[in-house]
């Protein structure tokens, strides 16, 4: 039988820990221990907030006694003398005298702009002295500090709260016809506190609805807070000025810097079609990307570092793309790539609001020798033609009539004119709706007739036989649309291909390219490089045809749809990267932008038939800036001669722009189509 040791046997150590292990086990012993911890917590935290109250108090101590030392008289050497510190308590130290305390120990040197004491300070710092030496402190710091009492961030410009002001001329009652006025905005937040930065972007004009008059803003920003707006007076009568802030800076710049740069990626519905047999797939544009197993199509000249990419249609081959439709949207991608903290800059009182003005409603008296508009004759302007300086002003509408202030506009929405300024000339307008409709503007003026779906077709054609005169419409392809529409592949070609073929009849052709409304959605890289290829076609083509003839018709604002957010500073952009790419190679840029934003109605994508035919009125005194003139001598002060082959800068070309391609060549939209 087995026999065990008794219990006062057992080790002494692990008696202990049974000891131990029973008092933590004991209920009683574990609601002391609770107890012991939450009171041991709470008198940490209590030493903690005594000894930050010690810190901040002291420090409160330290910044009323330079203040009180900043407020000391001055000694005569223009040095200012502080106050000792006695190391007695804060009560001590602000009943002392001033006259007792002075001492020589510790000089502080005059700094600009400093104040002396007030002559009733009796040691006790006011309320109204505390102000004054922080605004002190203010002045002569390296931040901007506009106000004290300022609870919360700085907001960005509102136009509820921004200031418009008339610098010139000094009264509203002296406008008269033909003066610049002269406006200066203070943009300011929704605190009414003056901003310090630009980059706001306003959309301003001067219209007279009833006298079918307008005029646009120039806008310049003064990178501090304040804008100058420029307007042209141009007509007599009744005018209300309208301001609008577009995008404020703070939503301009993430335009600028991340969506203009973002990751686009535009989709297409690819539709394949080989006898009865049709197939779709998504197709793709890449610039400088990979991929496996995709048909990829190189567009022959258009582009290069940029591929249009499919997926591989279930059985039919690369080759049997018959078309494409659009599938991206632009409201869908751009709220893809806003972030949520950045929504509220393109929303509600940040986007398209109005600037309440007073004094808005003006009266324009006629000139001191009783002209109603500005007489044209006192202009001295420019003949039409490329590279020409931007005014202040664009121009003006009056009666429904366009005055142009950038060139001396010699030609008329008038079939004589347009007939005498086309004759023997091939005319291709290439691009999108807006193209066509100049198309269709022209087509009516010279009574060719149109078809029925013209505002639909891909490709429009039209001849005046007499005089010679072919006009034509083609539409561009890769365009993205925010409606599904079929782009028939077989219908449509790139604008270079369009320009390197165009001397295979004739030299004399004018070719109007607009590239920007469907390319909003594309890589901006990519878009620039689809507008260089177009220029060196150009340049090529001129080397063999100098008399041919570019031009290139700018964007518009569109309209103040919140649901298209950023688009029109987007297509400010572009039309900027237009100048830049296109400048000094001879090609003939139409602005219409303000004239377009000046019209006195609602902005849209397609602007009514009496924009588009004064439009079209600009666009032929710019081919013919000779017409209507051979009687006068040309001098110095008032001749533009148009480029000729001998006097046109040609700027190099690209390394992939060859001679124009041969018929064969010009039956195929893309070359190289293959399966990667």
């Known amino acids: 039988m087995t026999k065990y040791r008794p219990v006062k046997q057992m080790d002494s150590v692990l008696v202990k820990k049974l000891d ?9 012993k574990k609601v002391w221990i609770r107890k012991r911890t939450i009171i041991t917590s709470t008198i940490i935290i209590c030493l903690i907030i005594c000894l930050f109250g010690f810190m901040v108090n002291l420090k409160r101590e330290e910044t009323i006694l330079a203040i009180n030392n900043l407020q000391e008289p001055l000694k005569p050497n223009g040095m200012l ?21 002075h001492q020589e120990d510790h000089l502080l040197p005059l700094l600009p702009g400093q104040r002396t004491r007030p002559p009733n300070f009796d040691g006790v710092i006011s309320d109204d002295s505390l102000v004054d030496s922080l605004q002190m402190f203010a002045n002569r710091a390296p931040f901007v ?10 907001d960005v410009t509102c136009a509820a709260t921004t200031v418009v002001k008339l610098a010139s001329p000094a009264d509203y009652e002296a406008i008269h016809v033909g003066d610049t006025l002269h406006y200066i905005i203070e943009a300011k937040d929704s605190y009414g506190r003056p901003r310090t930065i630009g980059g706001d972007f306003w959309l301003g004009a001067l219209k007279s609805p009833h006298l079918i008059a307008g005029t646009a803003a120039k806008i310049i920003d003064h990178d501090n807070g ?12 009744d005018a209300m000025l309208e ?7 703070e939503g301009v710049h993430w335009l600028k810097t991340t969506y203009k740069y973002g990751d686009h990626l535009p989709i297409w519905d690819g539709e394949f079609q080989l006898g009865n047999i049709k197939e779709t797939s998504k197709c793709y544009l890449m610039y400088d990307s990979t991929w496996n197993n995709m048909c990829e199509y190189q567009p022959k000249k258009a582009l290069k570092h940029t591929k249009f990419v499919c997926d591989k249609p279930f059985t039919l081959p690369c080759e049997s793309l018959a078309g494409i439709r659009g599938a991206s949207n632009f409201p869908v991608e751009f709220s893809r790539l806003l972030p949520t903290e950045k ?5 509600g009182e940040h986007l398209y609001k109005n600037v309440a003005i007073p004094h808005g409603f003006i009266n324009i008296k006629e000139r001191t020798d009783n002209q109603f508009t500005i007489p044209k004759d006192t202009l001295q302007l420019p003949l039409c033609g490329p590279d020409l300086p931007s005014p202040l002003s664009d121009g003006y509408w009056y009666n429904g009539q366009w005055n142009s202030l950038v060139c001396d506009t010699k030609q008329t929405y008038n079939k004589a004119s347009a007939i005498q300024c086309l004759e023997h000339t091939n005319v291709v307008f290439t691009g999108d709706s807006t193209t066509r409709q100049w198309f269709a503007s022209l087509a009516k003026l010279l009574d060719v007739g149109l078809p029925e779906d013209h505002d639909r077709s891909f490709f429009l054609e039209r001849t005046l036989a007499a ?5 034509s419409f083609v539409f561009h392809p890769l365009s993205t649309h925010p409606k599904p529409i079929f782009v028939n592949m077989s219908q449509v070609r790139f604008e270079v291909d369009i320009i390197l073929d165009s001397p295979r009849y004739t030299c004399n052709n004018v070719i109007v390219v607009s590239p920007w409304a469907h390319f909003i959605m594309w890589p901006w890289d990519a878009y620039v490089e689809w507008l260089t290829h177009i220029r060196d076609a150009m340049i090529e083509v001129k080397r063999q045809c100098p008399e041919l003839k570019v031009v290139i018709k700018s964007p518009h604002a569109v309209n103040k749809q919140t649901t298209m957010k950023g688009r029109d500073f987007m297509f400010k952009e572009m039309m900027h990267a237009m100048r830049e790419v296109f400048q000094g190679s001879g090609v003939m840029f139409i602005d219409i932008w303000d004239m377009d934003y000046a019209y006195p109605a609602p902005m849209e994508l397609h602007m009514p038939d009496e924009v588009i035919n004064q439009e079209i009125a600009l666009f032929l005194s710019y081919l013919c800036p000779e017409n209507m003139q051979l009687s006068l001598t040309p001098t110095s002060e008032n001749t533009h001669l148009p480029p000729t082959s001998e006097n046109i800068h040609l700027p190099p070309t690209s390394e992939n722009i060859h001679l124009p391609p041969t018929s064969e060549e010009q039956m195929q939209l893309f070359k190289n189509v293959k399966v990667e």
């Open 145 to 154: 500090h506009h106000s004290i009492d300022a609870v919360t961030s700085f």
């Open 81 to 101: 003398q502080s106050n000792s510190i006695q190391p007695d308590s804060r009560t001590q130290y602000l009943s002392s005298s001033s006259s007792d305390n």
């Open 20 to 28: 131990v292990n029973m008092l933590h086990d004991h209920p009683s």
């Open 343 to 347: 929504r509220v800059l393109f929303s």
């Open 243 to 249: 301001l609008t802030l577009a995008h404020p800076s």
């Open 467 to 471: 005089p010679d005169i072919n006009i």
């Open 226 to 237: 304040t804008y100058s707006m420029y307007l042209t007076a141009g007509w007599k009568g």
